[in-house]
């Protein structure tokens, strides 16, 4: 396409016009020159019944700035990227290794495993506990998590987005999902409640802590964005955006580690000379090489799955939108008011080059399908 209409063009998902830009300086000029204008987060109409503009991922203008900033430092605050959650993690991970190796080399599926790790670091954030891999609870959490990532990802959901002004008025995967989801928020509501009962303002536990004590300073303020509602749809996007989006990743990346063998190999060995075989190793001591790694394979697990409407299942991978009512030039190309664009962030799906992000140039010169 890119050959045939340049480096940016058009193409309509239904009724939706979504802008692709392919090449370094359309996005340069897009998402960097213009970085205020196309701020705005794209629709995903399977779920935007549920959101409805609130919340740190699905919210747009002055209120995800603000939600944002806040959830970045109360985030900072109680450990994210600081050496404490590294150690949550690094315990969190012992506890699915230990899982793995009951199993006696077995085979195994590591979803369940990876979907409790990830969502019980999230867990120790936000509600600043941890549950059992064998608490019903914590378990009907994760299974609904999963049934609306599976019904997000169905080819019934991808035409639900396409013919949404017509299908939402029919049955389909989007009223289970919607039903699952009010099942999640009334988990939440209940941490809510338990927390309001045992809340000391002079010392925050927790993420919930930390967002009640600023509502309750802002509640004479009928502006204010800290809210009920913005609590329950800010703690309900994170663990949208993290729970699958990273055991995703590190399912695709031990996918990946299996394929390439010689990758993994020349990892342990290193780390096995430096540290010691068997041990954990620090963040900061972790390889360029891993980093690599993992850039690259997300960038391809991203697009793992071809076809331009995955763009709109995946919650985490929002494409851009154009927020004003006027109309915009990109690279001489009319972008149309309240237009998502989509840039590729991968010049192809195959192959995968482990080292590309060590490259000292990584050019335009590569091919956008």
């Not at 590729?344 to 995968?352: G, N, R």
Request: proline fraction near 5%; charged fraction near 20%.
């Amino acid at each position: 396409l890119r050959e045939k209409y340049g480096d940016v063009f058009t193409v309509y998902l239904g009724p939706r016009p979504v802008v692709m830009l392919c090449g370094i300086e359309a996005i340069r000029e897009a998402l960097v020159d213009q970085a205020e204008a196309f701020s705005g987060r794209g629709r995903v109409s399977t779920v935007e019944q549920i959101f409805q503009g609130y919340g740190v991922v699905f919210a747009n203008g002055e209120r995800w700035k603000l939600l944002r900033r806040f959830s970045l430092a109360t985030m900072k605050n109680f450990g994210m990227g600081k050496r404490s959650i590294e150690e949550r993690i690094q315990e969190e991970s012992q506890c699915v290794v230990e899982e793995l190796r009951k199993t006696q080399g077995a085979f195994q599926d590591p979803t369940f495993l990876f979907h409790s790790m990830t969502a019980n670091i999230i867990c120790t954030i936000v509600f600043g506990t941890r549950f059992s891999y064998k608490d019903p609870k914590f378990l009907r959490l994760l299974d609904l998590f999963y049934q609306n990532f599976t019904l997000l990802s169905s080819f019934s959901s991808q035409v639900f987005e396409l013919f949404y002004n017509f299908l939402k008025y029919f049955p389909g995967t989007h009223r289970q999902i919607y039903k699952n989801v009010q099942e999640i928020i009334a988990f939440i509501e209940d941490a809510v409640e338990k927390h309001r009962e045992t809340l000391d303002p002079s010392t925050p536990r927790d993420f919930m802590d930390a967002y009640l004590i600023r509502m309750d300073k802002e509640k004479s303020d009928p502006n204010s964005e800290f809210h009920h509602r913005n609590l329950i749809c800010t703690v309900l996007s994170l663990f949208f955006a993290g729970t699958e989006t990273t055991s995703s990743t590190l399912r695709y990346g031990f996918q990946l580690m299996l394929k390439y063998p010689h990758v993994t190999g020349g990892w342990a060995g290193t780390t096995d000379r430096g540290r010691g075989r068997g041990l954990l190793i620090p963040l900061g001591a972790a390889k360029v090489q891993l980093g690599s790694f993992l850039n690259e394979g997300g960038s391809v697990h991203l697009l793992y799955i071809p076809g331009a409407l995955q763009v709109l299942n995946e919650p985490l991978r929002q494409p851009r939108r154009w927020m004003d009512e006027q109309s915009v030039g990109v690279f001489s190309h009319h972008v149309k008011a309240d237009s998502s664009l989509c840039p590729p962030i991968h010049p192809s799906v195959y192959p995968f080059i482990c080292y590309l992000f060590l490259l000292p140039v990584y050019s335009d010169s590569f091919t956008y399908d």
